[in-house]
């Protein structure tokens, strides 16, 4: 075990030859760390303690930073799926000097959550919606706004989205190239934008092909497993019953699943199920669900980052942010 340098004898050329980096940026790291990634103030901090730099005075003469309060309304924090969204706005939030506080309207109405935010508005600094939309009745708040995975074009707050519509188009159309021709569809929400357009695009695929509707194929449950299961039931009981199922979210899709093994029905073979949103869960289901995946945790740092901007003065570029998803091909899809 190497012993440290005497502290009087380290110097900051030290700490960056053993970090690897310039003394620019070590300099930078003691005296404005929100400017260096956390990975390069990790590694310049070890080095520092390593050659026995004195690291603590030169904190303590850093100045002090103002950290900003956000407020995050989630759909419902018990859903796996907001999990990974919620650890991005965290981790950029730490970044980014920002404390968050949540609030679950999974369990209680959003409008008696936003009555609580809006005596507490003068305490904050800005506002996060996951999976749910502002209405009109938020103005008063007059907060920095942000919308995650729900988008809104009668609001001014910029959103971070995907293209629902053409991710869900692309599921359905999969599974009409591998030959399927009786495919059903379980929906989650109607009010919820994002279920407007999966809808939409599930309907344009079959319109793509000139396949008829069939509106005894389309369902509507609410994203939790026991609607996937209901709706498989209404679905597998009909003449014909579907040979394909596409899901909302992946919680339905996984309750689908399990209706459709307790009915007898083998799972590719007899009957395709594609979900949305790849929750951990779908990955060790029996068989694997086929998914539509995106990027979770992307979506929460990107959204504390221009929620930042905005707290801080600066306009936006835009007020829509579209990013990418991905298919996930597993064995729930023949």
Not at 170 to 179: E, F, K, P
Request: hydrophobic share 35%; charged share 15%; proline share 6%.
């Amino acid at each position: 075990m190497k012993t440290p340098l005497n502290p009087s004898s380290a110097t900051m050329k030290a700490v960056a030859l053993a970090a690897g980096v310039s003394t620019a940026t070590v300099s930078r790291v003691f005296t404005t760390p929100e400017k260096v990634s956390s990975t390069t103030r990790q590694r310049v901090e070890s080095a520092a303690i390593k050659v026995g730099y004195p690291t603590i005075p030169l904190f303590s003469q850093s100045k002090t930073l103002h950290w900003r309060r956000v407020m995050v309304f989630v759909a419902d924090i018990t859903d796996s799926f907001y999990s990974e969204i919620i650890r991005g706005i965290e981790t950029q939030a730490t970044h980014q000097h920002c404390s968050i506080t949540l609030f679950d309207c999974g369990q209680q109405s959003i409008e008696s959550y936003r009555a609580y935010a809006g005596s507490l508005a003068e305490g904050y600094d800005g506002i996060l919606y996951v999976g749910i939309s502002p209405t009109h009745a938020d103005h008063h708040l007059k907060l920095p706004s942000v919308i995650i995975n729900e988008y809104s074009s009668d609001h001014g707050a910029p959103t971070l989205h995907i293209d629902n519509l053409t991710a869900s188009f692309n599921a359905v159309n999969y599974l009409i190239q591998r030959g399927h021709h009786h495919i059903a569809c379980i929906t989650g929400p109607e009010k919820l934008a994002i279920c407007q357009y999966r809808r939409q695009g599930y309907l344009q695929a079959l319109q793509r092909h000139s396949f008829p509707l069939n509106p005894y194929y389309i369902t509507q449950g609410d994203f939790s497993f026991q609607s996937g299961i209901a709706s498989a039931e209404r679905l597998l009981t009909l003449s014909p019953p579907p040979d394909a199922i596409f899901c909302h979210n992946d919680k339905m899709a996984l309750g689908a699943m399990y209706r459709a093994k307790q009915l007898g029905i083998a799972i590719p073979r007899q009957l395709s199920i594609i979900g949305f949103g790849d929750i951990e869960e779908s990955q060790y289901a029996d068989p694997p669900l086929t998914t539509i995946a995106q990027p979770r945790v992307t979506q929460g740092e990107t959204a504390i980052s221009l929620l930042t901007t905005l707290m801080e003065g600066k306009p936006l570029i835009h007020r829509s942010y579209l990013l990418e998803t991905e298919f996930i091909l597993r064995r729930s899809t023949r």
